[in-house]
């Protein structure tokens, strides 16, 4: 089992409403990982903060943001809710100490109805 | 972007067979990720590989980077090893940026009494 936790485990928004998740990194670790796994698919990389900073982002657009804070906790940001943002997130925490080997939360689940 | 492709999409074995999933990829990469997936979403790093093979218990992974390939074994598998087996590849941007991961779409694993 991991330190990396996230909240809530389950989430049910409506179209148009807006959703912060929660991420908390292995210690030690000062990189942290999104990703969206539609039903039936791979994750899909959202984006990667180091530090307090974006570094890197995947093909989603700018109503997902994110934050990264002192302590290399995280939290994703999705605004303007649409249904097919309904999927599984995950956050994962790596370093160079760690090999870039990513230790993954156990997701939250969202639906948007 | 780097395409990853997986086989076989779907396996069903007897307890105590040897198994093999396949992962392939199509451009050069910092490392590659073998991970589990169970249901309910948790996903476990199995290994991290950037050359040769590395074991751990019953698991084996090898990756071949002239071929760009890699593979995941499974010696005398058990029920409890039912799970979907995700590789994931690493690279980085022209810029230096993070591109985090980019999945395959997955191996299910079922092992039968």
């Known amino acids: 089992e991991t330190g990396v936790t996230q909240s809530p485990t389950h989430l049910i928004k409506t179209r148009g409403q807006q959703v912060t998740l929660r991420c908390s990194s292995q210690?030690?670790?000062?990189?942290v990982s999104w990703y969206q796994q539609a039903l039936g698919q791979g994750p899909q990389f959202i984006f990667q903060?180091?530090?307090?900073?974006?570094?890197g982002r995947g093909n989603f657009p700018p109503r997902f943001s994110g934050l990264q804070f002192p302590n290399y906790s995280s939290e994703l940001n999705v605004n303007a809710l649409e249904l097919d943002d309904s999927a599984l997130y995950l956050c994962?925490?790596?370093?160079?100490?760690?090999?870039?080997?990513?230790?993954f939360g156990p997701g939250t689940r969202l639906t948007v109805l | 972007k780097n395409e990853v492709e997986q086989s076989p999409q779907n396996l069903t074995a007897q307890e105590g067979e040897f198994i093999t999933i396949n992962c392939s990829y199509s451009?050069?990469?910092?490392?590659l990720h073998w991970l589990q997936q169970h249901p309910g979403g948790g996903i476990v790093s199995l290994f991290m590989?950037?050359?040769g093979k590395k074991k751990h218990g019953r698991l084996i992974a090898t990756i071949n980077i002239q071929e760009k390939h890699s593979s995941l074994h499974i010696t005398a598998s058990h029920p409890r090893d039912s799970a979907v087996y995700i590789c994931?590849?690493?690279?980085?941007?022209?810029?230096?940026?993070?591109?985090?991961?980019?999945f395959g779409k997955g191996t299910h694993l079922i092992i039968q009494p």
């Open positions: 994931a590849v690493a690279s980085w941007s022209s810029g230096g940026g993070a591109d985090g991961l980019t």
């Open positions: 994962a925490s790596s370093s160079k100490s760690s090999g870039g080997l990513g230790y």
């Open positions: 590989l950037s050359s």
């Open positions: 903060y180091y530090r307090e900073e974006e570094n």
């Open positions: 451009v050069g990469i910092s490392a």
């Open positions: 210690s030690g670790h000062n990189t």
